[in-house]
């Protein structure tokens, strides 16, 4: 087969990044435009103000991608646009660039779900052996995804309740932490002790998470000690909760790979990026005597290289959509 170049359009939260990427494996260029300074004063993405910006940057963002990749629409094979799930507003900027160039140069249009583009970073640093499990760790998404080849979603468990994005997030902003507090918290998390006792949540026989006991136990916990006047250790608190956290999501991860014939693990999403689930997740695997596969840093959080990556499998997969495709904030990808 002819070597194909695919180009990826992300814009579902609030970056607006467009990717070229040649056969689901190699970064040609890659243009990111995060508006995570303009959100901060208000403490999270506010989704007009999101979409506002997404309006002023989509051109800019793909002229700077074609650019840098010294190439034109006429050497794209194909346009792999995020359709969902995602900020309404936000996704449908994104979709209607794709769908624009998809009508004028006449390439065909691929949909990608989200997911699918997190858990494809990793096609950008390792061969995926099947069967396996993709473990999905982001702001609004923490799942256990089997997979038996490219494409074939089989989803084995998830959150019932907050995302572990964004409990880091929630609990970042009761240690006064800006947003988004995940990777401030990580950090912290490295200065202290893990002291304080907190419950692992969950901790049952099914692959399912819960995190929204565990972010009330730490509110709770600072709203207790600073009424009886004891000074909160702000850092031991992030090293306790994070290690409660990554706790419940490797005891899950150590589940699924005893009760089903995995080969190979793969983390996904931008609480990938993470350096206690980067440490456990390698513990766990060695242990296991599984594959693991963790993206780069910089594939971790929303970017349109991993939407190529996974357009390309989408494509050989026959996935197509026409100029009627529609965004969709909540869609299941299994
Ligand atoms: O995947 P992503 O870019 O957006 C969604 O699709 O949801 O993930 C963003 C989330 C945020 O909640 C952010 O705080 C978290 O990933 N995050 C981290 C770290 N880096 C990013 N959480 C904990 N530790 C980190 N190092
Ligand atoms: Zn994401």
């Known amino acids: 087969m002819k070597d194909m170049y695919i180009l990826g359009i992300e814009s579902s939260c609030d970056e607006t990044s467009f990717s070229i990427v040649k056969n689901g494996k190699e970064e040609i260029a890659t243009v990111i435009s995060s508006q995570i300074d303009i959100h901060k ?27 840098k990749a010294n190439m034109t629409m006429d050497d794209i094979d194909a346009i792999a646009i995020t359709y969902g799930p995602g900020l309404i507003g936000s996704l449908l900027v994104g979709l209607e660039a794709a769908k624009t160039l998809a009508y004028l140069f006449n390439k065909p249009l691929i949909p990608v779900h989200h997911i699918a583009g997190h858990i494809y970073a990793n096609s950008l640093v390792s061969n995926l052996e099947f069967p396996l499990l993709a473990i999905v760790l982001s ?6 995804i089997k ?30 932490l800006e947003y988004p507090g995940g990777p401030k918290l990580d950090k ?38 600073e009424q009886r006047g004891n000074e909160l250790d702000k850092n031991d608190l992030a090293a306790s909760f ?18 089903n014939d995995i080969k190979m ?8 990026a ?28 929303d970017n349109g290289t991993m939407i190529a990556a996974a357009g390309y499998y989408a494509y050989l997969d026959g996935r197509r959509a026409d100029l009627r495709l529609n965004s969709k904030s909540q869609d299941k990808l299994a």
Do not use: W
Not at 196 to 212: E, G, T
Not at 242 to 259: L, P
């Open 188 to 225: 912290m998390a490295h200065e202290g002790y893990p002291n304080y006792k907190l419950p692992v949540p969950l901790n049952d026989d099914s692959y399912n998470f819960s995190f929204s006991g565990l972010k009330s136990a730490v509110i709770n916990l600072a709203h207790n000690e």
């Open 41 to 67: 004063e208000y403490g999270g993405v506010v989704p007009e103000i999101a979409s506002r910006n997404h309006v002023k940057n989509v051109t800019i963002v793909l002229e700077e991608c074609l650019e």
């Open 265 to 272: 693990v793969i983390v996904a999403g931008g609480v990938a």
């Open 139 to 144: 702001g609004g998404h923490t799942e256990i």
């Open 274 to 301: 993470n350096s206690a689930v980067r440490e456990e997740m390698t513990k766990l695997c060695e242990e296991q005597k599984v594959k693991l596969s963790i993206p780069d840093l910089k594939y971790c959080t």
């Open 147 to 176: 997979m038996t080849d490219h494409y074939k979603f089989e989803k084995l468990g998830g959150t019932l309740d907050d995302a572990i994005g964004e409990c880091y997030d929630k609990v970042a902003r009761v240690l006064n």
């Open 242 to 259: 994070q290690k409660v956290a990554v706790e419940s999501i490797t005891n899950k991860v150590r589940k699924a790979i005893n009760d």
